[in-house]
């Protein structure tokens, strides 16, 4: 037996109960880790490509629009997660025909949110230009790699849901390929379209639009044949108005998790420059540790999306607890690692990232904040892919918003008392806060569920 198949084979339609072991978890979180570590690669790519061209303004004007993207595409990551948890509860529950139902729906409004913001391009190159405020060739720059790589946002869009679909039904495997297959041909065409061919800036924009659309071409070749060998969707199921408005409630409530989790890294971004350009440079070092764990924490995180979504819709709790029991192990193990090697090596990391003497001092003082985020933040990590996967969305929401209030004032008083370590402190307990009271409501959502 495969890992996917692990992972994929359909519970028993009279019980509907199934195992959930180490293998099945390591079986999604193994290559979906694998798959997530690709995309820090492709940034590196992108950067050296624009960089062998020796203009700064360039090397600018794609940071800026990186950034652009990463706050316009990171909004819409619910095109994935959300469908992964509807199709593993549609899994979990044997019913082939509703996960085929939810794909289409997944597909219909990812493409049709893609074709929006490929509309609102000049909106997003002029709001990005006026909050970033960039020197007239950086802007220039900017705004050709944003008009070309919005060109993507459909296809892109669409691989979020076809991702989430397949990580729906447990298979690990197939999400590392695509994942491998978008980010491995973006790399290689912004290598040729950005220097072989000469076409610079434009090129690796190009390179990104080539890359999301073969995705979606291998995507659907892998999905599509699938649904030949069951019964023909009738319209009715696929534009089911009460399905689209819980799918919707769904997006709505991950989205504005996402807003809030994204403005809590600016807000510390934001408390950090005041404190000195040198504090600020060192804690954009430093927040690189804590996106790496995050990659790592995000497999085990994708694992329990799927497992505890099958374990809803199959109704079977004894599955949904190992799954919290086990995801809960594998990451606190992981993130236990991961902080050690920080701990250990993460001096020599920073000297390697940055050449600056004050900045690798005052990045020093604080490593031990940030590589111990690993610790702190993975139960938040895991509890997101369990409620993910339940689709218990207002609650993942609520207590969101919740740790947001607490990490503000933490982030005021601390801050104010103790400067950089109070700022560091005030994102653990926004961390903790997170984890701690997700799971308290876990624990009562579980008992409701499986009553």
Do not use: K
């Not at 495969?2 to 519970?11: E, F, L, M, S, Y």
């Not at 023909?232 to 696929?238: A, D, N, T, Y």
Request: aromatic fraction near 10%.
């Amino acid at each position: 037996m495969t890992i996917d198949q692990a992972g994929g084979t359909p519970p028993d339609p009279a019980t509907r109960a199934f195992a959930v072991t180490n293998r099945a978890v390591l079986g999604i979180a193994v290559p979906m880790t694998l798959a997530f570590l690709t995309t820090p690669l492709l940034g590196i790519v992108d950067t050296a490509v624009v960089g062998q061209l020796g203009d700064a303004a360039l090397l600018g004007g794609l940071a800026i629009g990186a950034l652009a993207f990463d706050f316009v595409f990171a909004s819409f990551g619910f095109l994935r997660t959300g469908t992964t948890g509807l199709v593993a509860q549609a899994f979990g529950r044997g019913e082939e025909a509703a996960e085929r139902a939810v794909f289409w729906r997944a597909i219909l409004l990812a493409a049709g949110i893609g074709l929006v913001m490929t509309l609102a391009t000049p909106l997003v190159i002029a709001a990005t230009d006026c909050f970033v405020a960039p020197d007239p060739a950086v802007s220039q720059a900017m705004t050709v790699y944003v008009a070309i790589r919005m060109l993507a946002a459909p296809v892109t869009f669409i691989n979020y849901a076809l991702l989430g679909y397949v990580l729906g039904r447990g298979q690990g495997t197939t999400g590392l390929v695509l994942q491998l297959v978008v980010n491995g041909g973006n790399i290689v065409f912004s290598i040729v379209f950005g220097l072989w061919m000469g076409w610079g800036i434009a090129g690796v924009a190009w390179g990104t639009v080539t890359g999301e659309l073969l995705g979606a071409l291998v995507g659907a070749a892998i999905v599509l044949p699938r649904f030949r060998r069951g019964r023909r969707l009738r319209p009715g199921e696929v534009f089911d108005a009460a399905a689209f408005r819980a799918m919707m409630a769904l997006n709505r409530d991950i989205m504005i998790r996402t807003f809030v989790l994204v403005a809590a890294f600016a807000l510390l971004t934001q408390q950090g420059a005041r404190l000195g350009t040198v504090t600020l440079a060192a804690n954009a070092v430093l927040m690189n540790f804590f996106m790496l764990a995050g990659y790592f924490l995000d497999g085990f995180a994708a694992a329990a999306e799927q497992l505890a979504g099958r374990a809803v819709g199959a109704r079977h709790a004894p599955a949904f607890h190992r799954t919290v029991r086990l995801t809960a192990i594998w990451g606190f193990c992981l993130a236990g690692a991961t902080s050690v090697v920080l701990l250990a090596f993460g001096d020599a990391a920073i000297a390697f990232i940055t050449t600056a003497a004050d900045v690798r001092a005052e990045a020093a003082r604080y490593l031990p904040w940030a590589a111990l985020t690993a610790v702190s933040g993975v139960l938040a990590f895991q509890m997101d892919g369990i409620f993910i996967g339940a689709t218990w969305s207002r609650d993942m929401r609520n207590m969101m918003l919740l740790s947001f209030a607490l990490y503000v004032a933490a982030l005021w008083w601390l801050g104010s008392l103790f400067g950089n370590h109070g700022l560091w402190a005030a994102l653990h307990i926004f961390l903790i806060a997170r984890g701690l009271s997700l799971w308290a409501v876990m624990r009562v959502r579980a008992r409701t569920t499986f009553a």
